[in-house]
């Protein structure tokens, strides 16, 4: 049988330090600051990790195996099981990926509202309740559920390959059918729209020279941010006219994909003072753009320095030390800031709009669409389908290159 909820270690304060803390196996286990919603979690994980190993013990012990299928598995449990199994499938290049962070956060009401319910007694039902407190407490948006509903999904499917569920339940939960548009209380998120260009070249002034490349690199090219910040000399082809830079690990490739990009005259020439870097080093680097800004800070100085201030050393270790990269959070934060940094000298009439990354793609996909057409269009945002045959992928790079030499 399983533990009874009584008999699960209590919640407790550690007067001495102020800290959350739970005895387990007769040690105590420090959670954080007292009443934290971190704490919390923490005391969330580790009691289940306890239950668990006090529940195979007792497995074992009656020659029952953990990997069948059992009817005393719980879903704090099953997540439990879970989580070791996608920290290590949901690696890229060694590091954990973003969707690992999605799934923990699209398990987390799945854990609150059923963490000690038997995984036997989950259905569609329990599904739709954990649905409707996505809209209703979380107030997220309908097409943020859909997707956390969908990774709750995948996790009984993995149950059920593993045969810690009933092979009927993952069925049954496919039976719940998404929300759409218009029928239910979900609010709906603005879909992503082009951004004036006007407010774009407003920005570049306010912002390092080398985002201000990588900003008009990516309307140039219609490239996703995440392509702008990888980009390396050792994976663009500058042989011919048209430069094409060659994605070997990007979004669609577990797809079988082939992600190549076009770069023109203009992009070349945006690009050319980063390109003589080591080959496999990255083009855009934010220590650059640290060393322009202590270089303006320096220059805009009115007083000047105190013999003891041109005399001090820099840390030899920060702890917050920048990185040999760009990645698509920093590169957005850097556009935030130069927008802010630009609505400080206008007036309240003349603002500039928050704009993202995201908007330029759009922006450049809109003025080729009405220069070249729907399907040029379509090749240089690299929307290709898995079942296009390799003479149109062909076809669609001589495209490609053909916008890249007039216009990119």
Known sequence: MPLSPKKTPAYCLHKASGRAVVRLNGRDCYLGAYRSVESYEEYDRLTSEWRLQRHQTRESDSQFSPTSSSPHLTINE????????????????????QEFSEMKLALRPLRKLFGRTFVRDFGPLSLKKIRQHMIEVDDLSRGVINNRINRIRRVFKWAVSEELAPPGMYEGLRAVAGLRYGRTSAREMEPVKPVALEWVDAVLPYVSPTIAAMIQLQYLTAMRPCEV???????????????IYELLDHKNRWRGHERMIAVGPKAQLIIQPFISRKSDSFLFSPIESEEWRNSQRRNNRI??????????????????????????????RAITYGIKKANKDRDEHQQIPHWTPLQLRHTRATDVRKEYGIEAAQVVLGHVRADVTQIYAERNLESAMNVAKHSG
């Open 78 to 97: 099953l997540i439990l099981r879970y989580g070791r199994f996608a920290e290590g499938y949901y690696v890229k290049n060694g590091e954990v990926t």
């Open 229 to 243: 910040v990888a980009m390396r000399p050792c994976d663009i082809d500058m042989s011919g006219d048209v430069w």
């Open 303 to 332: 007083t000047p320095m105190t013999p003891s201030q041109a005399q001090r050393k820099a840390k030899s270790s920060s702890k917050r030390p920048k990185r040999d990269r760009y990645d698509v959070h920093s590169f957005r």
